[in-house]
């Protein structure tokens, strides 16, 4: 296996987010944003001087990786290659989920990005930054916050190669080198759009496409109900 680790920096967005206006963020590409954000400023603005701006997307940012990664990665068939994007927030990983699976997501048939990347075979999204920010408070607890198991992982595979021999060592072993989180989800997110699914009458692809935009928080969603589940079970022990 190997593995290439980017951690983005979020300084740019932190100060973005620290200015006096009403930020609009766009969780899927969006050709005509501009149009919106003028919409939606002249409606605010009937009355007084609001300043609204665009919520600055990371996207290009996974494609810089992913390209990056691409001239790193071997591409014999023997290896299987992994892209690390650590993250902090859960609300981080919600966005970086959507920038492989949305609409024209770097996972999907219709990806926004031109270039070659197929040498990566899975994106690993988890929120280590959060444990190594706060290294000090979770050591006293005697929690390891370089074991990627202490973290939230979501090993995610390029589903174009599912039915390949990546795809085969990803579905018997690789979904669970980080932890059984991955697998939990990955059978959430199949029963979420079962049943979202059998209330429509639509092609499955169209179907794809607006379960993932009306589904932004999926992995914040699958977390709340993992949480609730336990505390259920502490409850009822």
Same mark, same amino acid.
């Given at each position: /296996?190997?593995?290439?680790? &980017?951690?983005?920096?979020?300084?740019?967005? !932190?100060?973005?987010?620290?200015?006096?206006?009403?930020?609009?963020?766009?969780?899927?590409?969006?050709? @005509?944003?501009?149009?919106?954000?003028?919409?939606? *400023?002249?409606?605010?603005? @009937?009355?007084?001087?609001?300043?609204?701006?665009?919520?600055?997307?990371?996207?290009?940012?996974?494609?810089? %990786?992913?390209?990056?990664?691409?001239?790193?990665?071997?591409?014999?068939?023997?290896?299987?290659?992994?892209?690390?994007?650590?993250?902090?927030? /859960?609300?981080?990983?919600?966005?970086?989920?959507?920038?492989?699976?949305?609409?024209?997501?770097?996972?999907?048939?219709?990806?926004?990005?031109?270039?070659? %990347?197929?040498?990566?075979?899975?994106?690993?999204?988890?929120?280590?930054?959060?444990?190594?920010?706060?290294?000090?408070?979770?050591?006293?607890?005697? !929690?390891?916050?370089?074991?990627?198991?202490?973290?939230?992982?979501?090993?995610?595979?390029?589903?174009? &190669?599912?039915?390949?021999? &990546?795809?085969? %060592? %990803?579905?018997? @072993?690789? /979904?669970?080198?980080?932890?059984?989180?991955? *697998?939990?989800?990955?059978?959430?997110?199949?029963?979420? /759009?079962?049943?979202?699914?059998?209330? &429509?009458?639509?092609?499955?692809?169209?179907?794809?496409?607006?379960?993932?935009?009306?589904?932004?928080?999926? !992995?914040?969603?699958?977390?709340?109900?993992?949480?609730?589940? @336990?505390?259920?079970?502490?409850?009822?022990?």
């Amino acid at each position: /296996m190997n593995i290439e680790v &980017k951690t983005p920096n979020y300084a740019s967005r !932190i100060n973005q987010e620290k200015r006096e206006s009403v930020k609009v963020f766009f969780a899927e590409r969006c050709e @005509k944003h501009e149009e919106i954000l003028e919409s939606i *400023s002249k409606r605010l603005n @009937k009355d007084e001087n609001i300043s609204v701006e665009n919520l600055r997307r990371m996207d290009n940012k996974l494609k810089d %990786y992913l390209c990056s990664a691409q001239k790193k990665f071997p591409s014999s068939g023997r290896n299987f290659n992994v892209l690390v994007v650590a993250l902090e927030l /859960m609300e981080d990983l919600d966005e970086w989920y959507l920038y492989l699976f949305g609409q024209q997501g770097a996972f999907t048939e219709h990806s926004f990005i031109e270039e070659k %990347y197929d040498n990566v075979d899975a994106v690993l999204l988890c929120n280590s930054v959060t444990g190594l920010h706060n290294w000090e408070k979770y050591s006293e607890q005697d !929690i390891d916050v370089w074991d990627l198991e202490n973290n939230l992982c979501f090993l995610l595979l390029d589903p174009r &190669k599912e039915k390949t021999d &990546k795809g085969k %060592y %990803y579905f018997e @072993k690789g /979904m669970f080198l980080f932890g059984e989180l991955t *697998s939990s989800f990955l059978m959430y997110l199949d029963n979420e /759009m079962d049943k979202d699914m059998s209330k &429509k009458n639509i092609s499955s692809e169209l179907f794809y496409i607006e379960f993932m935009i009306s589904e932004s928080t999926l !992995i914040s969603d699958f977390y709340a109900k993992i949480m609730d589940s @336990k505390s259920d079970v502490d409850k009822t022990s």
